[in-house]
Nanobody, 128 residues
């Protein structure tokens, strides 16, 4: 079965850093677009970042641009989200997601309904 598992969340101070990991099983992670989303209490799930299947293209929401970096480690079959200069507003449950279609026919999207496979989420809390 296709599964995505996030990890790396936790409590961090404003201005601090966290690195989230997304590990895939049941499919070749390197053939797919991977998106990172987050959902804060009382808010809709929003796209944070996305990396193309080739790793050539990366995209970021304006709210995290310049602070977050998405990357893929093919050997470890893992996609990372490095989060620096964390703000209170970054507090949310973070999810990684993948579509059914391979990257050849699916391009990066920040629309949650475009994705089919989701991890369980990892909590990120930014507080002093």
């Amino acid at each position: 079965q296709v599964q995505l598992v996030e990890s790396g969340g936790g409590l961090e101070q404003p201005g601090g850093s966290l690195r989230l990991s997304c590990v895939a099983s049941g499919f070749n992670l390197d053939s797919y677009v991977i998106g990172w989303f987050r959902q804060a209490p009382g808010k809709e799930r929003e796209g944070v970042s996305c990396v193309s299947s080739s790793d050539r293209y990366t995209y970021y929401a304006n709210s995290v641009k310049g602070r977050f970096t998405i990357s893929r480690d093919k050997a470890k079959k893992t996609v990372y989200l490095q989060m620096n200069s964390l703000k209170h507003e970054d507090t949310a449950v973070y999810y990684c997601a993948a579509p059914r279609e391979v990257g050849y026919s699916f391009h990066c999207s920040f629309d949650a309904p475009d994705y089919d496979y989701w991890g369980q989420g990892t909590q990120v809390t930014v507080s002093s």
